[in-house]
């Protein structure tokens, strides 16, 4: 009798163990309490990206390379935004990155000094930051991917040279004054120029936007009778410099030289293939480059503070063949 009773408690007591199991994990199921997580699930990353502004060609084909590269990672969580060319509005939206305690920060500085201080708040709050195209001051940042603006510049101005036959007068359209791709490619341009009889006529800033670079070139055609060439600091101001020309009704597209940088492929490299422009210059837009990088960052991994990538002319001789690495 004793052992009857006994085997009938373990029945109960194993039929109330099950119930109470069974209750736990419907509470779970039903929300009441996190399921704990299974071991060996893939870890989510919430990135935000921070563009100065979509208005250029090259910004938008940035964002593009950013969301295939992301796309390749389920585990990637990309949160964007358009500072929409305002640095006030991309300090806010750092900011509120912190404030959502994203696990990383992919930004594109409008200008350099209102972003590095920022910046150097998402470093102090733990977040890490990868700075793309454009620098900042100082080294505050985990990694900065870019191209050699410097080194671009030179070039364009040794093919420059090279077209001129070493002399000619020129106007140089440049971005934004105060980022620092326009005075590197401006530094760079005028090395690759020097020891040539080339003459800056004017140098007119176009904030990198097509219309702007129109507009100017308009001007300086209607003061200076005499222009060889236009060098252009992104391939829309030199377009924009040559649709002025055009305009005037004199064929005077015909008689200036054209040069320009970013080399995208529906816009710098189409250019090239349509004769509009003599030349175009490569520079890579990083956002694969980016996504590798955060990655191996959020795995714990170390990366270069400075990720410098290549470039390539295009010409109409080589643009059917890639162009010519530099």
């Known amino acids: 009798m004793k052992t009857m009773k006994f085997a009938f408690a373990g029945v109960l007591a194993c039929a109330l163990f099950a119930g109470i199991n069974t209750q736990s994990e419907s509470h779970a199921a039903g929300g009441l309490k996190p399921a704990p997580a299974t071991k060996g699930a893939r870890k989510t990353f919430t990135i935000g990206m921070s563009q100065c502004n979509l208005g250029e060609p090259y910004r938008v084909q940035m964002n593009k390379d950013i969301e295939a590269a992301a796309a390749k990672h389920p585990e990637l969580k990309i949160i964007y935004r358009d500072a929409q060319n305002r640095s006030e509005t991309q300090q806010s939206q750092m900011r509120e990155f912190v404030q959502q305690r994203v ?41 900065f991917i870019g191209g050699d603006n410097v080194k671009i510049g030179r070039e364009a101005g040794k093919y420059m040279a090279q077209l001129l036959g070493g002399k000619g007068n020129i106007i140089e359209i440049q971005g934004l004054g105060t980022s620092s791709p326009a005075k590197e490619r401006h530094d760079g341009f005028m090395d690759g120029i020097k020891g040539s009889q080339i003459k800056i006529l004017e140098s007119v800033d176009c904030q990198w936007m097509e219309p702007n670079a129109q507009r100017e070139m308009a001007s300086a055609l209607s003061r200076f009778p005499k222009i060889d060439a236009v060098y252009g600091q992104n391939d829309p101001s030199a377009h924009g410099a040559y649709q002025a020309a055009k305009q005037e009704g004199k064929g005077r597209e015909k008689q200036i030289k054209f040069i320009g940088i970013d080399s995208l492929p529906n816009e710098g490299i189409r250019y090239v293939k349509d004769g509009v422009l003599n030349a175009t210059f490569q520079y890579p837009t990083g956002g694969a480059d980016a996504i590798d990088n955060a990655l191996k960052i959020l795995n714990g991994q170390k990366v270069p503070k400075n990720i410098i990538l290549g470039t390539r002319r295009f010409t109409k001789d080589n643009v059917a063949k890639g162009g010519t690495p530099l």
């Open 103 to 143: 696990n990383l920060i992919l930004v594109s500085p409008k200008e350099a000094r209102p972003l590095t201080r920022p910046i150097a708040e998402a470093m102090d709050a733990g977040i890490p930051v990868i700075v793309l195209d454009r620098k900042i001051t100082g080294d505050k940042y985990t990694c």
